[in-house]
């Protein structure tokens, strides 16, 4: 049942506000943040909503990240709805509490502005924190707008607390060009949210009168058991992800799909990129098209667990795939996103070139011309039937 | 330990308190404690129980029937770690490789 247009709040939201009040509605039990640098301003807001007593969450300012997830790994062990938000080193300082959220099955929402990572310091957009923390066993969505990231994390709740599934999420926007950019935002009445996120029901929680335990010790008789039930989780997420949103497109009429695909059927070559270069992309894509390339693009926004059979189905009979992704694997044969695009690829008859492009590290611009660059280069390698491994963008060399 | 992934509780949550006495850790052992009544004082006169105050795993049973005094060790629990041998003060508890 979809909600009237009258009944729907229009306003120019950053894409950090737009995620607080997705909090907001989500009616938390509990938030618990590291409230300064590089703390994003999700936190901020949430703590105001709290301070005016617009939500009945319990707010934890603690005194690390490290202590922000450990506290939200806590309240989510006695049931409770629980979100954080993060960035850059401040999500690195999480990380042993990454793993032991998702190993020890806490949904919690983690929303992330995501940012690159010292040193040199820096503040500006890359994809280096997420990355850093792709193995921790967090599911991860990656989004383009501020719409989307309101969306998504309130979807994040409902993915993250189903029986199948049980795993943290972790919701990202770029860095200052999702969380600090105002952009047309359309919300849901709160009813309607709270009535679509719903109410957590947790399946074994601390409770004194049940005693249990929970984290203790599983050496080589049983740990690897557990890591197989981790993994099993992990294959149910797409399922249980299309299942909400197609419950979330009923409500608003929006959705957006594991990865989203963009004039793709009759492609030659497709831009594959996550965040917000998806829309650079888009558009570089049209101007191309005008002078008769055929280019698409694919917009991931599921990048765990990664849609390998369903993005090698999309890609199809493409004869290139260009991937711009914002991380270095230092050391690695290429990077992140190409890694698993060149894995989910091996097995196709088609086999298509690969082009790995390096862009946007420290927060670098990626303007359109750098697509361009990239879709040059890409054909060139498809002329000559190889192209490098992978290769920086961008960057004065 | 036999059980597959799908028979036991998820994430490791123990859902049975007390079920760590399944864990039988006396496999850990690598030297046994040896004890001989002639000299030890619990047997003698039903003093001293230095080696039961000290056992971390409580695996030093002292009994006493009749005024009878008896000793043993709960071997399904003893690590040899050798403190009971360590803290006896008559050296009645001797270590013995397994």
Known sequence: MSVSKDKIKIEGLTGDAAIAHALRQADLDVLSAYPITPQTIIVEDYQKFAADGEVNAAVIPVESEHSAM???????????????????????????????????????VFTVANRALSAPINIHNDHSDGMGMRDSGFIQLYCQS??????????????????????????????????????RVEMLPDDAAKKFVGVRTPVQPLDPKNPITMGPLALTDYYFEFKEQQDRAMQQVIKVYKEVEAEFEKLTGRKYGIFETYKTNDADIIFLAMSSMGGTAKVVADVLREKGEKVGVIRLKMFRPFPTKELAKAIGNAKAVAVFEKAMSFGAATNPLALEVKTALYG???????ANFVVGLGGRDVPPMTFVEGFEKTKEYLKKGEAPLYETLGVRK | ??????????????????????YKTGGWRAERPIHT??????????TCGRCWIYCPDNAVVLTEKNGKYAYAYNYDYCKGCGICANECPTDSIKMEKE
Not at chain 1, 161 to 168: A, K, T
Not at chain 2, 1 to 22: F, R, V
Not at chain 2, 37 to 46: A, P, S, V
Request: glycine fraction near 6%.
């Open chain 1, 146 to 183: 501020s719409q989307e990231a309101y969306d998504t994390t309130l979807m994040a709740f409902k993915l993250a607390e189903h029986h199948d599934v049980l795993l943290p999420v972790m919701v990202g926007i770029d860095g200052f060009i999702v969380s600090h950019n105002v952009e």
């Open chain 2, 1 to 22: 330990m036999s059980e597959k992934y799908n028979e036991i509780p998820m994430a490791g949550n123990i859902i049975e308190p007390g079920n760590s006495l399944k």
């Open chain 1, 348 to 354: 196709t008859k088609s086999r298509p070139i690969i």
């Open chain 2, 37 to 46: 009544d002639e000299t030890c004082l619990w047997i003698k006169n039903g």
């Open chain 1, 70 to 108: 450990s506290a939200c790994v806590g309240a989510s062990a006695v049931g409770a709805r629980v979100a954080t938000a993060s960035a850059s080193a401040g999500l690195a300082l999480m990380w042993e509490i990454l793993y032991c959220a998702a190993s020890m099955r806490m949904p919690i």
